[in-house]
Structures are given as C-alpha cells and as structure tokens.
C-alpha cells in the first residue's frame, strides 16, 4: 500500500508538472493614462501610472511607430516581454489618419502630423512633425517636450528612488524620433541617472547638413530647436551615447519616405543605415559614442530587434 501510494503521488506530481507547464503564459500588461498637467490631453501606455513609481534600476521609454498613438501597440508588449525588470513607458503621438482608422473619437487630444500626406514621395512641415519635435496641431506642444517632462518625473527619487538608467528606444518612426532627439533634445536627467539612446530602422536619419531642411538636415527646424545652435546639435550628437540598428534583409519600401532627400540617402532603410554608419566613422567623437548593430536575419520586425541579446544588454547592462 505504501508503494502504490508514492507511485500515486509521483503520478499525479507529473501530470500537474504538465499542466502548469503547458499553461498559456500570461500576456503582459498595458494601460493607457494621461499625462497630468498637460494640455490638450497626452497620453501614456504602463503597467502603472508615473505617480505610483518604481523601485528598480532600469525604465525603457519605447517610442511608437508610424501607426500608433492611440491603443497599446505591439512595440510596447513586445518591449515588456523582454525587458522584464525594466518599468516601460510609452508615450502617444496620435495623428488624424490613426485615430480615423483606429475608430478613435476626436476629444480635443493633441495630434500631430496632418500636413503630412499619405504620399510618401511628399514631405509635410517640420512645425507639426512629432518624429522631429513639431507641435501638436494648433498648440504649442512639442513631442519633444513630453520626453522632457517625463525624464523630469522620472528623476524624482521620491517615486524612482533607485532608478540608474533611462533608455530612450523606438523603431520605424520611434528610431527617426530618438535620432533627432539626441540631436536637440534637452536630455535632462538626474545626475545619478544615465541615459542612454536606441534609434532602430528609422526610415531617415538626421544628417546635418544645414542647408537640407529639417528633418532630413538642419534648416528650418521647429519652434523646439529652433534656437539651438548648430555647435550645440553637433556637441549633444558627440556626447550622447547612442545604439543605431538595422535588419540586414530591411531592404523593403514598405512605408519607407521616398521624399527627394529621404532618396539622398539611399534606395531602403539598410542602405541608408550603412550610409549613416560610414558618415559618423568619419567623425572620431561621434564615433567614440555611437554603437551600430546589424540584426542578421531581420527585416523591418521590432519584436524580433527588441528580443536579441545585444539589444538587450545594451539597455539593461552596464
């Protein structure tokens, strides 16, 4: 009887081994808050709002694509996934065409991009451009600016006490907004935080050229970096560290910028990248802070960029 027992025992101890192992794991979590204080409404995606904190070391801030703004994206869960014991946050730049196409009501909340075409062979302004720092529509807003406002938040110690690191990350779009932002962005932090940049297949880089126009080059850029020198612009590029990275096979058109000077820099977003990677070689100091990162095997696909181990200790390591 003994012996029958812990067979028993050991049977169903197996069975439930299967079971619990054949469990559909849980998906992670994503909430949508507005920024307080803040005017028209922006908002957020977290698992928990700014004002409840965090304890750990690590927050990702992961910047949308083209076709987010305003529902939990891909990006976003594909992040948390593997960023594990980072707090991610993800803030919304909606434009007309998502909200349109996405079913979403116009509440009076910031938009940006609507003289931007669904040509792609024809450029909007840079004055309400969010992947450059252009204001929402009708307002003075930068996209840039809620970047500042949430690096402030996120150096209080009271809410972050043990906080060390804030990586700014995007892909597509998200990677043009975290180049230009190295470029002209404030960056401020708390002295014992480090920042670091990751600027994924973006479909154009920031050259600076200043008689190209922004967000290509350096002329006439919106009210954010208007005023910024281009010394400053080239300082912050030598000085900021940053990841630059590209899908080996990213050699698509699929919602690629086909503008004048988009096509100045290369036929896909693989050629641009490698064209971009031989410019800032020719700089030392830029050099000196600038990583670039081929995903072999990759094309324009986030969640498999945000899963490899070199991106993942970039942001998460030392």
Known sequence: MKLFAIIRTGIIASLLAIVVGCAPKSEPVGNIYRFEGVEPAVYYTAVS????????????????????????????IAMQST??????????????????RNGVEFDGRAIWNNSWPLDLTIPGTADDDWRGGG???????????????LLAKLSDKT???????VALIGFS???????????????????HIEMRYVALAPSTFLIPEPN?????????????????????????????RCLHGCGLLDTLEKDLDMTPLAMKQGRNRYVRFENFKELVSKDPR?????TFHTFEDIGHQAQKAYEDPFFVEYVMGK
């Open 212 to 240: 190209d126009s922004w967000h290509y080059g350096l002329k006439g850029r919106p009210r954010y970096s208007r005023n910024i020198s281009e010394e400053q612009i080239m300082e912050n590029l030598r000085s900021r």
């Open 159 to 165: 809410l972050f006490p043990n906080l060390r690191k």
């Open 286 to 290: 830029w050099s000196e802070v600038t």
């Open 49 to 76: 709002p700014l004002n409840e904190g965090f304890d750990g070391e690590t927050v990702a801030i992961v910047i949308q694509g083209w076709h987010g703004g305003v529902k939990v994206h891909k990006g976003y």
């Open 135 to 149: 204001d929402a529509e009708g307002t003075e807003l930068s996209s840039y600016e809620i970047i500042d406002l």
């Open 83 to 100: 960023l594990k014991d980072a707090y991610v946050v993800s803030p919304m730049f909606p434009r007309a065409e998502s909200m349109q």
């Open 173 to 191: 779009a998200g990677g043009q907004f975290v180049g230009r932002y190295v470029a002209v962005g404030k960056g401020e932090v708390a002295p």
